[in-house]
């Protein structure tokens, strides 16, 4: 077990503090629905009930969520505002301004994922408890339709801190806004926020965090401040999570050589792009005996290889470039 650290970093159990939910939302309706009436239910036992407000930032220039928004009867207020610049690290940015100076925490969650009501409660607490900048949470997946049975045995759609099965508090270098609390003073220590040269690659908030971490902030899970991502049938299939798989691997190294440009910082990319390449290759014999989970399994990290290879010879895969067609979603 980690223990906590001392009060340094603590804001005062008996406090009520102010609490900004963010949330980026693009033509998704029934999903920002589905957030807005779980925010309701939010519940606090741990903590104080907080000052909470929700700013919703619609990254479809025509405000398409504004209708729903404005007439949303909710017990936290709502500030809706409309980021028409394409890319979701725009939206984030204009999410972060509207929380204002006066807000002590900022938390980011998806318009596509359903929270536990103990959720921010959760988060809070680890916060106070490990004197935590950010708070990581849980995502697991929710499948709109009964998914392939290899899908679900492959845990394609869970991330790589649930499947290490880390213990809340466990010190993180990474996380991602699907699901994460920052102390709003971050934001005032960075010298940017999410950079928006990843508008269309994705991957700002792999960036950003990778700053957090460098600038000595202090990143912890939070195993049950648990949120639901809910996953659509189009993407439940290989070749979904294989273009993705490519992606990740390539926004990873783009980021990091961005951060480090140096010949040397071309080193470590290119070891675990070749590394993943090979692990695949080698598993791909055992996986036909063990079935499709751990065939795609195999392709995966292929797939993530060859993208982290491609970003450090300087290729970007724009998986965003088709945002607004087919209910693509702006995000990561």
Request: with cysteine.
């Amino acid at each position: 077990m980690i223990d906590p650290v001392s009060q340094e970093g603590r804001l005062s159990r008996v406090e009520k503090v102010r609490v900004a939910v963010c949330v980026i939302t693009f033509r998704r309706p029934e999903g920002l629905e589905r957030l807005l009436n779980s925010l309701d239910g939010l519940v606090f036992e741990r903590n104080p009930l907080p000052d909470l407000e929700v700013i919703v930032v619609d990254n479809d220039p025509t405000g398409s969520a504004r209708a729903f928004c404005e007439r949303a009867n909710l017990r936290w207020p709502i500030e809706y505002r409309v980021e028409p610049r394409r890319g979701i690290p725009y939206a984030r940015n204009k999410a972060i301004a509207c929380a204002g100076a006066d807000t002590d925490f900022v938390v980011f969650v998806d318009d596509d994922e359903v929270p536990l009501p103990s959720w921010m409660d959760e988060l809070l607490y680890v916060q106070h408890s490990y004197g935590a900048d950010a708070v990581y949470g849980a995502v697991l997946p929710y499948f709109v339709e009964d998914a392939p049975a290899w899908i679900v045995e492959g845990r394609f759609f869970e991330h790589t801190f649930v499947r290490a099965q880390y213990p809340t508090g466990h010190p993180l270098e990474l996380a991602d806004t699907n699901n994460v609390l920052l102390r709003s003073r971050v934001f005032a220590g960075m010298d940017k926020l999410f950079d928006e040269r990843f508008a269309l690659t994705g991957g700002s908030d792999t960036h950003f965090f990778m700053r957090v971490f460098r600038a000595g902030y202090k990143i912890v899970w939070a195993r049950d401040a648990r949120v639901y991502d809910w996953v659509p049938k189009n993407r439940a299939n290989a070749r979904w999570i294989l273009q993705r798989a490519y992606r990740l691997g390539n926004t990873r190294s783009l980021c990091e050589l961005d951060l480090e440009p140096s010949g040397a910082g071309r080193v470590v990319p290119v070891i675990k792009g070749v590394g993943r390449i090979a692990q695949g290759l080698l598993l791909i014999p055992i996986s036909l005996t063990q079935g499709r989970h751990a065939f795609v399994g195999a392709l995966y990290k292929i797939c993530y290889g060859a993208g982290r290879l491609a970003g450090v010879l300087g290729v970007q895969y724009e998986e965003y470039r088709r945002f607004g067609e087919n209910g693509v979603k702006p995000g990561e």
